[in-house]
């Protein structure tokens, strides 16, 4: 087995657990290859869909299709969105906007996590400096008291033998 094929079946792995520890709130629609190089990822938080006049409509449903390509892990993934999304980080034909710094190190599931974030418009992902959507831009700069629009953390189940416990015999 290759280095890339072990990346992706590594990556597989550890999305499937996301997905499954996620409450419902991430889904694997489709995948392709063996082992799979692109998937359709199905996010179900608060995303901004478009705009009415200055208001948002709001969307709790955004499908994201990922495409590991044959340099990846070395090469940055491309991602779009199949479903409308109004967001200055990703482009008018859905294109989403990673950046353009990719590193080895950043695994799938963080990226699947990445565009989580994106939907949600969380401060520390979303980037004004370098827009894909400058009209998306020039609305979240004015609105920036609106975001995060969700906090969804993909994350919902807890497994409590994982959870560090600091209690003393004092706490009670």
């Given amino acids: 087995m290759s280095v890339r094929e072990k990346r ?6 550890a999305l499937s657990k996301m997905v499954s520890d996620s409450g419902s709130t991430l889904a694997i ?3 392709s290859g063996n082992p799979p190089y692109q ?3 199905e996010y179900r938080c608060r995303g901004i869909e ?9 969307r709790d449903n955004h499908r994201v299709e990922i495409t590991l390509g044959s340099n990846y892990p070395k090469g940055k993934p491309d991602a779009k969105f199949l479903t409308p999304i109004f967001h200055p980080n990703v482009y008018q034909n859905l294109n989403i906007c990673l950046g353009s710094e990719w590193t080895m190190a950043e695994t799938l599931t963080e990226l699947v996590l990445r565009i989580g974030k994106i939907i949600q ?3 520390d992902i ?3 400096n370098s827009p894909a959507n400058s009209t998306a831009k020039t609305w979240a700069s004015n609105n920036m008291r609106r975001f995060p629009i969700d906090t969804q953390t993909f994350k919902s189940r807890i497994v409590w033998e994982e959870l560090p416990v600091n209690i003393s015999f004092q706490d009670f």
């Fill in 39 to 41: 998937y359709v990822i």
């Fill in 50 to 58: 478009r705009l009415q006049g200055n208001e948002p409509v709001f």
């Fill in 29 to 31: 629609i489709s995948k």
């Fill in 126 to 128: 979303t980037n004004l």
């Fill in 121 to 123: 418009y969380a401060s």
């Fill in 8 to 13: 992706l079946q590594n990556d597989f792995q």
